[in-house]
T-cell receptor
Framework: EAQVTQNPRYLITVTGKKLTVTCSQN?????MSWYRQDPGLGLRQIYY???????DKGDVPEGYKVSRKEKRNFPLILESPSPNQTSLYFC??????????????FGEGSRLTVL | AQKITQTQPGMFVQEKEAVTLDCTYDTSDQSYGLFWYKQPSSGEMIFLIY??????QNATEGRYSLNFQKARKSANLVISASQLGDSAMYFC?????????????FGSGTRLQVQP
């Protein structure tokens, strides 16, 4: 089954404790991206990757890091989480060759609370 | 400036009735794509329908149709014969080809509640 898998789905942590949210897709997609969703703001892009070893900032990259060492994996790293990073996080992927038409396939979301 | 505007934070509709969720967008590109996603209370994002800027026909997918008015820059989602399971958050999104990020830009969403 084609899917994007995120872990953990739920996490409560404390300020400053480094954490990683993993994302893996099994569709051989070139493009992967992280979004955060906050009430009233919709989804905002954090980082994206066009392919292995190619990453770039989205709209709200501050406080986050990513890496793309393998095509299927795109982990999101919070080096020193703060309460304003409490949010619902989505990983997404798509085939790069689809131009404007290709839909984004989303993971199930990771709800993060930073105390 | 807002790229995607959804002016209805919340909507109510009676079961079996049709409902229109509004979406306006702003772009200077001639080629772009418009998407609608559904987010039920469980949280996942479900792709509903896509409209390309050059598509002459309005997109349809089952009970979902997209009322695309290019000159007005609107891409409203129409759900016919609403069902209780349609209660969810709905997001309109746009992809522009030359942003470099090729991201989807999302609106703030409309929460739809279907009443029995």
């Amino acid at each position: 089954e084609a899917q994007v898998t995120q872990n953990p789905r739920y996490l409560i942590t404390v300020t400053g404790k480094k954490l990683t949210v993993t994302c893996s897709q099994n569709m051989n997609h070139e493009y992967m991206s992280w979004y955060r969703q906050d009430p009233g703001l919709g989804l905002r892009q954090i980082y994206y990757s066009m392919n292995v070893e190619v990453t770039d900032k989205g709209d709200v990259p501050e406080g986050y890091k990513v890496s793309r060492k393998e095509k299927r994996n795109f982990p999101l790293i919070l080096e020193s989480p703060s309460p304003n990073q409490t949010s619902l996080y989505f990983c997404a992927s798509r085939r790069e060759a689809t131009g404007v038409t290709g839909e984004l396939f989303f993971g199930e979301g990771s709800r993060l609370t930073v105390l | 400036a807002q790229k995607i505007t959804q002016t209805q934070p919340g909507m109510f509709v009676q079961e079996k009735e049709a409902v229109t969720l509004d979406c306006t967008y702003d772009t200077s590109d001639q080629s772009y794509g418009l998407f609608w996603y559904k987010q039920p209370s469980s949280g996942e994002m479900i792709f509903l329908i896509y409209q390309g800027s050059y598509d002459e026909q309005n997109a349809t997918e089952g009970r979902y149709s997209l009322n695309f008015q290019k000159a007005r820059k609107s891409a409203n989602l129409v759900i016919s014969a609403s069902q209780l399971g349609d209660s969810a958050m709905y997001f309109c999104a746009m992809r522009e080809p030359y942003t470099g990020r090729r991201a989807l830009t999302f609106g703030s969403g409309t929460r739809l509640q279907v009443q029995p």
